[in-house]
Structures are given as C-alpha cells and as structure tokens.
C-alpha cells in the first residue's frame, strides 16, 4: 500500500515546481559560468522530460510535446558547455606528461569550442525563449494539462508505464556484449537514466520494503550509468581528438604522436568500461530489486 495516495497528475506538479525552482534558482551562478549550477540545471531538465517520456499516455500529447521540446533544447544548451568543461579536463589529465607541450594546440581549439559554447549558453539563458520556457514550467507546475486516467493515484497508473519502460530497457541491455557499438551502449545509458530520474520520486510512495527495494534499484542504476557514462566520455573524447587531428594536419608529427597516444588513451578507457558493464549490468536487473514495479500492475 501507498504511504500517500496522491494522484499522478499532482506528482508531477510537484516535479515541475521543483524543476520549476532549480532553474531559477541556479541560473546567475550558470550565468557566471559555474560547473555544479550548470549541472544542476541540466538535470532539472532531465527528471521532468523523464517524466513526460515515461509516463506520456498521461498528458495532452501537443502540450506534453511542446514542453519536452523546449526542455529539450534548454539542455541542450545547458550540456554543449558542461560538455566541453568535461572533457577538456578528462583530455588535460589523460595526457601523458611528455605529451602536455605539445598537444596545447588541441587544448587551445577546444578553449575556443568551450568559449563559443559558454557564450551561446549565455544568450540562451538570457532570452525569450528561456522566459517562454519558464512560463511554462510554471504552467506545468500549477496545472498540467493530463488525461482522466492522470487524475488516479499515483502507484495505479505509473507503475505499470514505469515497468513498461524497464521492460524495454531490459531488452535493449541485455543484448550488449563486448562487440557492440557504443552507440547502442550510450542508448541503454540514456533510457536507464530516465528509468532512474521516473523511480525517484515514485519510490517515496512506497512502504518498507519496496521502498528500501525501490532506492536500492536506483542505485544499481547509478553505478550502471557511471559505467556506462565513462564509455560514452571516453569516446566522444577520442573523436573529438580524431576530428582534432584531422583538422590541424599541418602540424609537426609531434602533435600527431602526442594527439594518437591520447586516443589510444581513451580506447583504453572504452575496453575498460564494456568490460565492467556485463556485472554491473546483472546487480541492476536483479529481480529482487525491481518487482516492486509490479505490485499493482497487471
């Protein structure tokens, strides 16, 4: 049984209040080029995107579209210049020592990458779209607009949509090995992600024993995306390196030495990751740990 019987509709007003609230509240430090605002930002972004993702049968589809697509883009812009912060550190401290001189041409190109993105970030930040946006995470926040089956308790309409979406994760993880592209990898990191950010709040609802099962879930699938987020650093950090070498051409086979041990570097960290996946993969789809999810579903 629920500790509160809250309808879906009013939890997620609740999620967009709170989103509502990050944003604002993390914006001046974004705006001055703070890491962890930013950070916070994108990921007030992510849990209510989760939200109208996993559980979209519940909403006006046109509203919930519009909303997910401006959300969408605020992230976007939000991630281009957490990105780049990212991996020019992963790229500065991956490099051997030798190498430091002289891959400063490739720090000095990504510098001005992270300068435009930061800049573009700004803009973004201070124009009438992100107002728009705002007025419309209040919209949500204060009267979403759902469907009739929105208005039933929480537990009895998401937790089926919630298992639903697991079920998919579930196949879609479960068919990785070692051979796979990465691109299939960063998929299952993105889907289990919003898994995480809909379980959240939905595991507050939960007494006892699902509840301790609920947050244990979440965890796995932390340390799952942690995993699965170091391969997906690792390799957009090499083709960043690669698309970097190919540009600057003309440089001394210094460089390109110093450019090519730093991607080999990074395909260390790529094995290294799909090697770790299969275990960590195995402790998130313990049963135990997610059946929970079917309680009051069909």
Do not use: C
Request: aromatic letters at 6%; proline letters at 3%; a positive charge.
């Amino acid at each position: 049984m629920p500790v509160h019987n809250i309808s879906a509709a009013e939890l997620f007003s609740q999620a967009a209040a709170e989103a509502l609230s990050a944003i604002k509240k993390n914006r001046p430090a974004a705006l001055h080029l703070e890491d962890e605002p930013i950070h916070q930002m994108r990921v007030a972004t992510r849990r209510v995107r989760a939200a109208l993702d996993t559980y979209s049968s519940l909403f006006d589809e046109d509203w919930a579209d519009e909303l997910g697509t401006e959300l969408r883009w605020l992230a976007h812009t939000l991630g281009a210049a957490r990105d780049l912060d990212v991996l020019r550190a992963r790229l500065r401290d991956s490099a051997k020592a030798k190498d430091r001189i002289s891959l400063r041409p490739l720090q000095r190109i990504l510098a001005q990458h992270h300068r435009d993105a930061q800049s573009a970030m700004i803009g973004d930040l201070r124009s009438e779209r992100y107002h728009m946006l705002i007025e419309r995470l209040n919209a949500a926040a204060l009267s979403p607009q759902v469907t009739v089956e929105a208005e039933k308790p929480t537990l009895e309409v998401m937790l089926p949509l919630l298992l639903k979406a697991w079920k998919k994760v579930r196949r879609a993880g479960g068919m990785l090995d070692s051979n796979s592209d990465s691109t299939k990898y960063h998929k299952v990191r993105k889907m289990g992600k919003r898994i995480r950010y809909s379980t959240e709040p939905l595991a507050e609802l939960l007494m006892d024993a699902d509840r301790d099962n609920a947050n244990g879930f979440v965890k796995k699938l932390k340390k799952l995306q942690d995993i699965l987020g170091e391969l997906q650093d690792a390799v957009v950090a090499k083709q960043w390196v690669e698309s970097i070498i190919e540009l600057e051409g003309r440089r001394g086979k210094e460089f390109k030495a110093a450019a090519k041990r730093l991607m080999q570097t990074q395909l260390k960290a790529v094995k290294k990751a799909i090697k770790k996946y299969p275990r960590a993969w195995d402790k998130a789809i313990l049963k135990k740990k997610w059946k929970w999810m079917t309680s009051t579903s069909t």
